[in-house]
C-alpha cells in the first residue's frame, strides 16, 4: 500500500536518484497545495518522469472539478474523525470504537497506510482475521470473538468511511470500508430468574453502595454507565423521577419512574451528598462481588447488564406495552425488546400443563371452552 512520506516544503516539482535506494524520487505539489516527498518506484529517470506527469494530470483533474481522492494517512485520517465522532455517541460506545481502531484496525491497515490505497479486498481480508482472532479480555480460557463483536468492528470501520466520503474531506471517492457482509449472529438466550432469587441475590450483595444500584439498575433498567453517571440533580424534587443524561446515545435523554425503594435510596443521599454530585460514582469492576451474591442465592452466572435483562422481563411481565418499554428500556427499535416478551421456561410449563388438563376436561366433555364472542354476539 502506497504510504505517504513526511516531507519538508519545496516549491518545484523534480524527480532525482537518491542515495541508498535503486527508485528515483520526487518532489511535487498536490492540488490541495500541499508539498509531497515519495518515491516513484522507478529505476530510471525516464519512468520517473513519467510518474511525475501522471501526478500533474491528476493534479490539473482536481482542479478542474474531477472527483479524486484526497491522500491521507488513515492514522491522522482517525485521530480527526474520532475527535468528531465523540460528539455524536455515548461515552461507552466511543471508547469500545476507539479500542477497535486502535487495537485491530490500525495494527492491520498500518497507521502511516494512505486510506484511498484501501480496497474492498483489503476489507473482506480484515474481516476475515477478525473471525479468527481471540477475545482480548478471555485470558483464563482463550475463545474466537463473537460474530456480533466482528459486525460491530465493520460498522464502526464503515461509520468512518462515510465521514471520509463527506465532499470538502474527500478522503475515499467511494466507501469501500461499507463493502462487506455481515456474519450472522446467533441469538444468546437471557438469563432468568424469579423475584425471591433476585431479593436474594440483592440482600447477598455484600456492598453497600453497590448494593444500592443495583436495586437502582432492577427498578429502572438503566445499565451500569448510566447508573454510575446519574446526578443527584438530574432526580426530580420530589423523587419520583430519575432522568438519565449519559446514555448510550449521547443526545438522547431518558426519564424513568422510580419505584419506592429507589426513592427512600435518594432521600438518604440527598442528606449526606457525594461532593462530585453523582448519587453513586464509579463502581469499579462489581464481577467478584456479583459472583460471590449470585452463589448465596443460588443462581448461575450473573453480570451487571443481566440486570437490564431481568428488569425488562418482568416490566413486560407486568403489562408494559411494546412502546411503554421501548420508551422506558431507552430502545431505538423494537427488536430486542420483542425478546423480552417471551414467557420464561417455568411460565411455559405451567402454562402448557393447564392446556393439556383443559383438552382432557373438554374431550370429557366436563368443561365447556372460553371463548372471546360476548353473549348473543354473531361469532361470524
Not at 49 to 76: C, F, H, N, S, Y
Not at 111 to 128: C, L, M, R
Request: charged share 25%.
Amino acid at each position: 500500500m502506497q504510504k505517504i512520506r513526511r516531507a519538508k516544503p519545496t516549491t518545484s516539482s523534480t524527480v532525482y536518484p537518491r542515495k541508498g535506494t535503486k527508485y528515483w524520487w520526487a518532489d511535487y505539489t498536490d492540488a490541495w497545495g500541499a508539498f509531497r516527498r515519495e518515491s516513484t518506484k522507478c529505476t530510471d529517470e525516464g519512468s520517473a518522469r513519467a510518474w511525475l506527469a501522471i501526478k500533474e494530470v491528476e493534479r490539473l483533474q482536481i482542479l478542474a472539478g474531477g472527483k479524486t481522492a484526497r491522500p491521507v494517512t488513515l492514522g491522522d485520517a482517525i485521530v480527526e474523525w474520532m475527535v468528531e465522532y465523540e460528539t455524536g455517541v455515548g461515552e461507552s460506545w466511543f471508547i469500545t470504537v476507539r479500542g477497535f481502531m486502535r487495537h485491530q484496525v490500525l495494527p492491520h491497515f498500518g497507521a502511516e497506510t494512505v486510506v484511498s490505497a484501501i480496497g474492498a479486498a483489503h476489507v473482506v481480508t480484515f474481516q476475515s482475521k477478525q473471525r479468527g482472532r481471540m477475545n482480548r479480555n478471555c485470558t483464563k480460557t482463550p475463545r474466537p470473538v463473537m460474530p456480533a463483536t466482528v459486525n460491530r468492528t465493520l460498522a464502526a470501520l464503515a461509520s468512518f468511511g462515510t465521514w471520509c466520503c463527506l465532499d470538502g474531506r474527500n478522503y475515499l471517492t467511494e466507501n469501500v470500508f461499507s463493502e462487506y457482509k455481515a456474519d450472522h449472529e446467533a441469538e444468546r438466550s437471557l438469563p432468568e430468574a424469579d423475584i425471591l432469587q433476585l431479593d436474594a441475590f440483592v440482600e447477598a450483595i455484600d456492598v453497600v453502595r453497590v448494593k444500592e444500584a443495583i436495586i437502582f439498575m432492577l427498578d429502572t433498567g438503566a445499565r451500569q454507565g448510566e447508573v454510575e453517571k446519574l446526578a443527584l440533580a438530574s432526580i426530580s424534587a420530589d423523587n419520583s423521577t430519575a432522568t438519565f443524561l449519559k446514555t448510550k446515545d449521547a443526545d438522547k435523554l431518558r426519564p424513568s419512574a422510580m419505584t419506592s425503594r429507589c426513592k427512600t435510596i435518594v432521600e438518604n443521599a440527598r442528606k449526606s451528598p457525594r461532593p462530585d454530585g453523582l448519587l453513586f460514582g464509579e463502581l469499579g469492576n462489581v464481577r467478584r462481588v456479583f459472583a460471590r451474591a449470585a452463589k448465596k442465592a443460588g443462581m448461575g452466572h450473573v453480570w451487571p447488564h443481566a440486570l437490564r435483562h431481568f428488569w425488562a422481563t418482568h416490566f413486560v411481565a407486568a403489562g408494559a406495552t411494546l412502546p411503554e418499554t421501548m420508551a422506558a428500556g431507552g430502545w431505538a427499535t423494537p427488536r430486542m425488546v420483542k425478546r423480552y416478551a417471551h414467557a420464561s421456561v417455568k411460565a411455559m410449563a405451567t402454562a402448557s400443563s393447564r392446556m393439556e388438563a383443559m383438552r382432557d376436561q373438554l374431550r370429557k366433555g366436563a368443561v365447556q371452552p372460553h371463548h372471546s364472542v360476548t353473549e348473543g354476539s354473531n361469532p361470524a
